[in-house]
Structure formats: C-alpha cells, structure tokens
C-alpha cells in the first residue's frame, strides 16, 4: 500500500474474514479450464453466494483445436450444475461480442443483484472484463467490490495459447478521446507470453522508443521468465532497442502496478495508451486506471477469437488451499483505486 492508501488483497479466505461474512453477488464465467468455477464453488460450499450470473463464452470455431473446446464447456457446465450452481444464471456469449451485449450481460446481473459484488476474472477475456468493472464501477456505489483471480496449476507449452486474433483495435468502450497518434501518448504494455500481432503493430504505428513502458512480471516462474524475455525479444525485434529498461513488477500486486501507471503517466496529466498482455491482476491494474481516467487513457488488444481448450491446467495450491487471489476495489462505497 504506497503512500499511505489502503488497497487489501491476498488470499479470498483471508479477505473475506477480514471484510465480515455478508452475502455475496457473484459474476463470472464457466470456461474450459479447471479454474473457471473455484472463485463460484468456493464461496458457494461456505453460503456466501446470494446470486450469481456465469457467462459461457463461445470461440470461434476452428479445426485447429477440433471438438475438444465444447466438449471441455459441457463438462465444466455440468460440473456447475452438479455443485448447486443455477440454470438460469448461465448466459451464453460469443467472444465477437460488441459492447452493447456485454453491458446488458452487465445490467442484467445488476438488476439481479443486491449490495457486495464479487467479479472472478480467471477466465474471463479481456474483452468482456474490462467494460464488465468499468459499469459495475460507474453504476453502483454504496457497496463492497471485488475482483478474485484463480492461479492455475500450470500453462501449456506445447500449443500456442490463441489463435485468430483480429487486428489491433480498441477494447469496447475504452477509446475516448484518445487517438493513436504514435507521437504524444505514453504506451504502457503488459508483457506476457504471446504478443498475438503487437510487434508488427508497433513496427508500423511509428512510436517512438522512448514513449514505451514494458511492465515485467517479476519474480515469475524459470519457464514464465523465458516466455516474458521472448515476448521482449520478439517486440525489441521490430521497434527497439527501448529507450527504458523494462519495470519489473510483481505481476499479481495490482496496487503497486496501479501506483506505477500513475507514475509513469504523471498522475494522469499524460495520455496513456494501455496494451493489456500480461498476467490478468496487471491488466485489472490498467482497467482501473482507464475506468477512473477515462478522457486521458485508451485500451487497444488484439483479440484472439479462439483460445486453446488446454489454455491453462490444474488449481495452485498453498499449504493446501486453492490459490484464489482477490482484490477490493471498492469498500463500504469508497473506491480505493482513484486519483
């Protein structure tokens, strides 16, 4: 917590006793991996869900991964249903979803739901996340919000992680006033294990090195710290060598990551373009600030439009209890990530 501001996270069980039992709304999504339903089950086997609405998101399809994706969405919709979950909260989507779609998603569990919010953003896409906390943020007020991440046991490594993903383009709702004009905006990027199109990119929007920040997560796993120095090396290949060394971040403490956006964009007084790569607790970091500087930040991705079904494996555990991470954003009504 830098500069004195109070952001809890860690560990759901802990914050959770922390912030007092009280019921629960949960919002998230039934996916093919294992880690798509722990946030939900966990708070559903102690009584701490009121309600909840899970999005099952389709790809697009494709022969590259053949059958194996629905039949991995059957299995774990099944699973829900076998853990108490409810028919009628599950809400089919598609990945090529437009922002008028996943703000009625939104609204729909808005109307739903009463008081706390949880969001579980393990295995939602960026494309439905961000726009999914900005109206939650900007349309509720007196509650307690927040965002849980599910660690998964491991990444595959033998097939890419997406595939298909459409050219460079704003997240919905996350453009403004902001255009990519390469020369005045700083451009902060996420770096992760796939760059999925952004050195090409980089390579002709002419930003200029010295406007690039690279948010390094760090310390990571052997394997995940090669992957990171690729993605470094595949974007260095096209636009650098950068004028800044990367920032080296821990990559699940989205108050420091989100303390450092502010530094890097001089407490919002510079525009900031965000380019959400990286693990999903740094890209909440970047939708927070977006959410709360709206008319300064913009939000670009190349969106796969199919994941692979094995994208991730297992559930991390420590001492023996599943590794959910979780962040309040919102407590009693006040919102602790702000200028």
């Known amino acids: 917590m830098i ?20 019921p629960w709304n949960v919002f998230g999504s039934i996916a093919t991996g294992d880690r798509s339903l722990t946030t939900w089950r966990f708070l559903n086997l102690a009584n701490y869900c009121q309600s909840q609405q899970m999005l099952l998101i389709m790809d697009v399809p494709t022969p590259f991964w ?12 099944e699973e829900y249903l076998r853990f108490g979950g409810d028919e009628n909260a599950i809400i089919l989507c598609d990945i090529r ?47 307690t919000i927040v965002v849980t991440y599910t660690r998964p046991a491991g990444y595959d490594q033998a097939k890419p992680l ?6 460079w383009k704003v997240l919905p709702g996350f453009q403004n006033d902001i255009e990519m004009s390469g020369c005045d905006e700083v451009l902060i990027i996420g770096l992760g294990y796939e760059p999925l199109g952004l050195p090409q990119f980089l390579k002709e929007g002419g930003i200029p090195r010295d406007r690039v920040r690279l948010l390094f997560p760090f310390p990571a796993t052997p394997k995940g710290y090669l992957r990171n120095w690729e993605f470094v090396r595949n974007l260095d290949s096209e636009v ?6 990367p920032i080296r971040v821990n990559g699940y403490d989205v108050s420091a ?20 790569y990286g693990p999903k607790p740094m890209s909440l970091s970047m939708c927070l600030y977006a959410s709360m500087c709206p008319n300064n930040s913009s939000v670009f991705y190349t969106q796969p ?24 954003i919102r407590l009693n009504g006040k919102d602790l990530y702000n200028f």
């Not at 860690?10 to 006793?17: C, E, I, P, Q, V």
């Not at 053949?66 to 991995?72: K, Q, T, W």
């Not at 439009?305 to 309040?328: H, L, W």
Request: glycine residues 8%; aromatic residues 12%; contains cysteine.
């Open 3 to 22: 500069r004195g501001e109070f952001r809890p996270w860690g560990r759901l069980d802990w914050l959770l006793k922390h912030l007092g039992r009280r």
């Open 66 to 77: 053949g059958d194996e994706p629905n039949s991995r969405l059957q299995k774990r919709r």
């Open 97 to 143: 979803d437009n922002l008028n779609d996943i703000n009625g998603y939104t609204s729909e569990f808005l109307r739903e739901s009463y008081d706390d919010i949880i969001i579980d953003i393990s295995t939602l896409p960026k494309r439905f996340f961000f726009p999914i906390i900005r109206k939650i943020l900007h349309e509720t007020s007196g509650n």
């Open 162 to 167: 997406a595939i298909d993903p459409e050219p």
């Open 240 to 245: 650098g060598p950068y004028t800044h060394e």
């Open 257 to 276: 990551i989100f303390d450092i956006i502010r530094r890097e964009s001089d407490n919002g007084s510079e525009a900031t373009i965000f380019a959400p």
């Open 305 to 328: 439009k199919s994941y692979n079904p094995n994208y991730s494996f297992g559930v991390r555990t420590v001492d023996g209890q599943e590794d959910i991470m979780a962040y309040c």
